[in-house]
Structure formats: C-alpha cells, structure tokens
C-alpha cells in the first residue's frame, strides 16, 4: 500500500507539473499579447524606486525613525491639534478626504491636500509649486497661518527641546551636532521619513512583466490613457508630478466643476502672466483612494474627473466606456502600504 | 582539540548554571523584601486582565476588526474631521493632550478626553458618568454637538452603507443579521475593539512578582500612594474608574488650580443635590504619559496634580519627595502599547 501511495504520489506530482508547465506557458502566452502594454508603459512610466531620495537630504535609519515620530507630533501647533497625520492620516492614504485641508483653529487650506505617498520625487511641492521640497513644506507648514499656525521656527524648537525624548531622537539622526534640535533638522527628518513612502501596485507588478497583474479593463484602461494622451503631463514613475500646466488648456474647468472660483495657480507665486492658471501636475497613485479632485476638491468621483480632464486639456470627449476603462487603469495605482508605514510611533513624553 | 572545546563548553555551562542559581537566589532574596508591598498591592489593585469582557457585547476577532476601522473614520462626522482617534490618538497614549477635546468645527468638549487604554471596565464612562459604557459611549459620540455632529444615526449608517468595503466588515461582525450596518452595531464593534485595549505595565510585572521591575523610588511612591489613603478611591486593576467622589472634599478645588470656574459635576445628570461636584474616579493607568490633568485640564504636571489630591480629597500636604515619590509611581503605570493598537487599519474607499 506504501508503494501504491507513493506512485500516486508521484503520478500527482507529474501532474503538477504539466499543469504548472501548461499554465506558465499560458501566462507566458498571455504576456506575449500585453508585452507590447508593457513595453510602453515602462517606457513612459518607468520602475518605481523603492525610496525617492536626494543628495541635500540623505535617507538614514534614524532620521527616518525621528521623522515619523515628528510626523505625528501634535504639541508643536498653536491649538495643539495639527500634525502632519492630521491633513495626511494613513489610514485614508495618506490624504484627508476633505475638498480643502483644515489646519489649526478649523482654519481652511486654500487648496485640496493631496497624499504624502510617493510625493517627494516630484519637481516642486504643493499644487502651485510653492514649496522645493518634501524638507521645505515640512518647515513652512509649522508656521504657516492655516497649517500649524507657530507663530516662530525658535517656538517649535523650544516646545521639542523641552520634551528630553526629542534630544536623543534628534541626537541619534543627526550624530556630532552640538545643538540638533533646529527647525532645519525637523524639516530634514520629516523630509527623510517622506522620502521613504513608496506604494508599490499591481501597475508596477504589470510593467516587471506580469500581465495578469491588472484586469482587462485596467488594460484597456491603460491603453485608452495613453492614446488620449494623458500621459503628455502625467509620465514618470509618479504618472504626474514632473511639470506645470494650465488647468483647462481646452476649455475653463468652471464649466464642469462645483468650483467656486478660477484659482490664478501659479501666477500668485511668480506674478508671470504666463503662469496664469497654470498647476502642478499631480501624482497619480493612489488617486481612486483620495478622493476629493483637483485643486479645490471640486469633484467627488474618479470617472467624472477623468471625464473633465480629457475634454478641458486634451479636447478629448471619452464615451462612458472608456471613461470608466481609464478609472479601472487609474485604480491600479492603488498602493499596498507597508506595515511600517501602518504603524504609529509613541511620541515622547511631555515633561 | 574538539574535546578542549567540549570541556570548556562544560565549564562555560556549569559557570552559567552557578551564576544563574545565584542571581535567583538574590533576586528572591530582594523579592522577599518587597513581598509585603507585592501582596497588599495584589490585594488592592488584583491582576489586569488580558480583555475588558462583558456579557452584552462579546470580544470577537472579526468585531474587534471593524471597530478598529470605526475608530479611525472621518468620514461619519459632520466635518469630516472628526474620527475616535481624534481624541485619542494612539501616539500620545490614546489621549490628544489637549485641556478640553476639540470636535467638529473645533467645538470644545465640556470636559478633558481620557485615554481609552484599560477604559472599558469603568462603573460609567466620562468624568460624570453620562455614559453607561464604552459601547453608549461610541454611539452617543457621533450626534454628540461637540463631537462628531451629526444629525442622526441614520445619516450616519448612510454614509457607511455607501462604502461597499463596509458590508462585509459588518457582515463578519454580525454572520445573520439582514441589516448589519446600523448604528447599534457601529457601537458594538468600536466597544469590542477598546475593550481589548488593555496595556500592561512595570507595575504589573511587580505584581506578579518581579520586585525589580519598579525603581526603589516607584516602591516608596507605592507606598506613600497607599499610606496616604489614595487608594481609597484609585483601587481595582484599573487603578480607578470604580466609583464616584467629590473632587474637593476637604478643600475646593479651585483654590489651587487654574480652573476657570467650578464644575457642578455628576449633579449635571442626576440633579441629586448629593452628586453636586461629584466625578467619577479616573482610571490612574498611562496618567503620567496623559497630561493634563482633571476633568478640566487646569493641571500641567502631574506632580503639582498629585500634590493637589492628597491635599484636597485627603488633607495631607505632602512633601516634596514625598510627591514626586508617587508621581514616580504614577509612572510604573505607564503600559506598554501592543504592535496591533500602533497598527492603523486601511479604510474602506469612497464610492
């Protein structure tokens, strides 16, 4: 009887094997039809990196430890109620739900609050491009009237430098430094701790070379992007971030959307005329998880944005189809988030 | 040379065995010193348990799962600002350190929002007993006008039937009901889920019988806490949360902290004359970690609050050392937080 068993063990086996032969010759088959996709949304696209560091702001283990502690710390905004948690919570993807973010005392962000993941390779931060750098929005944030609303840097680095938890926490990221509790080394550690968040998706697992990673219709989705040409402004392993460009080329976005008023964009920064109306191209991962859309969260659903961009920018008018195709592709951008990055640090005690 | 080796392994081991048997030996010994402290602080205080169980609502994985994701949702507050963890952040030890909780539209609470760590097996919720469990307590939150805000339960059941992600988290909560997703529910899974937040501590190793897990300060502080008569009210594992009293017995109150007015307390609910300036005893546990103090966060630190109740509830003006004494005590009841509470949940996405 063992001997029985063990042959139809071993006939089992041979079956598995053919089987699994068979299958990886499909799936091989199959690529070979979407090889094509693949190719060119590496091409556009390219390999998302898993961290998106920079030379000004090198990414270190303690740094990184100190700036999500930071990210969470409530005790450095005027009604103690802001962190960098509260306008970017995990749990909804890092973006807080709301049309515009609100900061300390419920005062209201002028524009929407888009997510920290996967932000900090873009050319500029904030949608007119008013901050440099994850590092640069982290420290004008801790001022800023509708942010965190401090009324100095020095009263941040005082409120940390009286909670003797920070002192080793900023000792150990900045090793050598006679006085590390600084407003730069805050914006350093947040910065580095941003850098890390990177949300790898089935679209990454599709353009390694699995095409059985995204549906069919993420796939027609993909093409339909493409062909529309959405992809002019949102290329790059973000799908957006890399450029400015007029809300609205086509046609004024107040035609379709509940926005209240025209933005003037990036002119309020440079005062170009050039630059009239003209945004950051936002990041595209994650977007079917962060709702509200646009600058001005005008737009609640995924397929009615997609709907408006096509017909504002590109002059495109996609059927219901395609439309809903393109936000099937749109939510193959959804991240898995790390546990790491799931998890909440316990801040110092206040003394 | 392998034998060489095989006998210094030997010795090595016999050296090890000699040296642990005698660390034993010492600790018991410091152990038997102690062991007068161990017993009457078993006797007062009794074993924290795992769970904070009660027949109504049983603990079960798949509730305790949703009411994680319950706990941290914006979505159903009128503001979309306002979710449990607002309150309670887990990063500030499940307190937000604020004097008077902030809710929708930064309405002030009435009263200082305590850490829901070890909170579920108090007589009553809230600091004059206007909630009759950790359960009532969720659901009167989210139309509470300060809190939550919203209109009615059923506004709020119709924003959670329109998050398809949330039928099945309900439906694995509640296997049978037709109808899961009601508000009744909402409260049952948010319950079930605080009432695993239990969070052991220092002091709990001493208890069980490990003298050197609290300092020879947080022993004497020990002590003086039960010399002095605070145990009179702060007994039970929970260290509090079983009865109410009187904040000013022998003294009011104001007279030493930065209140701005009295407080009627309890006699809010009952109009009982006798419940006049009565509060319920608040759990002790994570009260070093939790500032500031009493139902009205007039109190920084918790030296000056500890200092305060001995004066006012018991009459003694204790010293200094005496003070700090059981504020080092205080201390060993700071928990340790389970990699599961510093876990944030994903939320269902919007439709």
Same mark, same amino acid.
């Given at each position: 009887?063992?001997?029985? @068993?063990?042959?139809?063990?071993?006939?089992?086996?041979?079956?598995?094997?053919?089987?699994?032969?068979?299958?990886?010759?499909?799936?091989?088959?199959?690529?070979?039809?979407?090889?094509?996709?693949?190719?060119?949304?590496?091409?556009?696209?390219?390999?998302?990196?898993?961290?998106?560091?920079?030379?000004?702001?090198?990414?270190?283990?303690?740094?990184?430890?100190?700036?999500?502690?930071?990210?969470?710390?409530?005790?450095?905004? @005027?009604?103690?109620?802001?962190?960098?948690?509260? =306008?970017?919570?995990?749990?909804?993807?890092?973006?807080?739900?709301?049309?515009?973010?609100?900061?300390?005392? =419920?005062?209201?962000?002028?524009?929407?609050?888009?997510?920290?993941?996967?932000?900090?390779?873009?050319?500029?931060?904030?949608?007119?491009?008013?901050?440099?750098?994850?590092?640069?929005?982290?420290?004008?944030?801790?001022?800023?009237?509708?942010?965190?609303?401090?009324?100095?840097?020095?009263?941040?680095?005082?409120?940390?430098?009286?909670?003797?938890?920070?002192?080793?926490?900023?000792?150990?990221?900045?090793?050598?430094?006679?006085?590390?509790?600084?407003?730069?080394?805050?914006?350093?550690?947040?910065?580095?701790?941003?850098?890390?968040?990177?949300?790898?998706?089935?679209?990454?697992?599709?353009?390694?070379?699995?095409?059985?990673?995204?549906?069919?219709?993420?796939?027609?989705?993909?093409?339909?992007?493409?062909?529309?040409? =959405?992809?002019? =402004?949102?290329?790059?392993?973000?799908?957006?971030?890399?450029?400015?460009?007029?809300?609205?080329?086509?046609?004024?976005?107040?035609?379709?959307?509940?926005?209240?008023?025209?933005?003037?964009?990036?002119?309020?920064?440079?005062?170009?005329?050039?630059?009239?109306?003209?945004?950051?191209?936002?990041?595209?991962?994650?977007?079917?998880?962060?709702?509200?859309?646009?600058?001005?969260?005008?737009?609640?659903?995924?397929?009615?944005?997609?709907?408006?961009?096509?017909?504002?920018?590109?002059?495109?008018?996609?059927?219901?189809?395609?439309?809903?195709?393109?936000?099937?592709?749109?939510?193959?951008?959804?991240?898995? @988030?790390?546990?790491?990055?799931?998890?909440?640090?316990?801040?110092?005690?206040?003394?």
């Amino acid at each position: 009887m063992n001997i029985g @068993i063990r042959l139809k063990q071993r006939t089992f086996l041979k079956a598995f094997v053919f089987f699994a032969a068979f299958s990886f010759a499909a799936s091989a088959h199959a690529a070979a039809g979407d090889q094509d996709l693949i190719n060119k949304a590496s091409q556009i696209f390219g390999p998302l990196p898993q961290t998106m560091p920079t030379e000004q702001n090198p990414i270190t283990p303690a740094k990184v430890k100190l700036g999500k502690v930071l990210f969470y710390e409530l005790r450095i905004s @005027i009604d103690g109620t802001v962190s960098c948690a509260k =306008c970017h919570p995990i749990s909804l993807h890092a973006a807080d739900g709301l049309k515009k973010a609100k900061g300390n005392n =419920c005062k209201e962000n002028p524009r929407n609050s888009p997510t920290i993941f996967n932000a900090a390779s873009q050319i500029t931060e904030h949608w007119i491009g008013n901050r440099t750098s994850v590092e640069d929005q982290a420290k004008q944030a801790v001022t800023g009237p509708p942010a965190f609303g401090m009324p100095s840097y020095e009263s941040v680095e005082k409120i940390l430098k009286g909670m003797k938890g920070y002192l080793t926490l900023f000792q150990d990221a900045f090793p050598g430094e006679k006085d590390p509790v600084t407003i730069d080394n805050f914006a350093k550690a947040i910065g580095a701790f941003e850098r890390t968040m990177v949300t790898p998706a089935p679209f990454d697992d599709f353009m390694k070379g699995n095409a059985g990673a995204m549906t069919e219709q993420q796939k027609k989705g993909l093409k339909t992007f493409l062909d529309t040409g =959405c992809m002019t =402004c949102h290329f790059s392993p973000y799908v957006g971030g890399q450029m400015y460009q007029k809300f609205g080329v086509i046609e004024p976005y107040l035609k379709y959307t509940k926005s209240e008023k025209a933005d003037e964009g990036r002119f309020a920064v440079t005062k170009n005329e050039t630059d009239r109306f003209l945004f950051k191209v936002p990041v595209l991962r994650n977007v079917a998880v962060t709702p509200p859309y646009f600058h001005d969260g005008s737009v609640d659903k995924l397929d009615q944005a997609v709907w408006i961009m096509a017909k504002i920018q590109l002059g495109k008018d996609l059927s219901k189809q395609q439309t809903e195709d393109v936000a099937a592709f749109l939510s193959s951008l959804t991240g898995r @988030i790390s546990n790491e990055d799931l998890a909440v640090p316990i801040l110092p005690a206040g003394e």
